[in-house]
Nanobody, 123 residues
């Protein structure tokens, strides 16, 4: 069973930066970051197909967030810059093998999830 562990969540002021890390027990075909704010549905933030390094971002984070895979560490980091209060959420790492189909932005396309790390952005 693959295990995912997120780290790096914190409280920051608007305009600040954070770097989240997702460490995996083995490198998976697809690794994504999702977030969920209180009272809202979980939404996709970014995802990478590690075989080809295809990377996708949600429109709300394009130009501010960057995914960085590290094969040696079996991790995928999410660099978040120019943070806004609306980025406040619990951030989850998710992964799936190539056998799991579906678009990168759907939660059902991922078979393994981490416990989450909290990001709070204040004015």
């Amino acid at each position: 069973q693959v295990q995912l562990v997120e780290s790096g969540g914190d409280s920051v002021q608007a305009g600040g930066s954070l770097r989240l890390s997702c460490a995996a027990s083995e490198y998976m075909y697809r690794v994504g970051w999702f977030r969920q704010a209180p009272g809202k549905e979980r939404e996709a933030v970014a995802s990478i197909y590690t075989t080809h390094d295809w990377i996708y971002y949600a429109d709300s984070v394009k130009g501010r967030f960057t995914l960085s895979p590290d094969r040696a560490r079996k991790s995928v980091d999410l660099q978040m810059n120019s943070l806004k209060p609306e980025d406040t959420a619990m951030y989850y790492c998710a992964a799936s093998p190539s056998s799991v189909a579906g678009p990168w932005y759907e939660t059902g396309s991922y078979s393994t999830w981490g416990q989450g790390t909290q990001v709070t952005v204040s004015n």
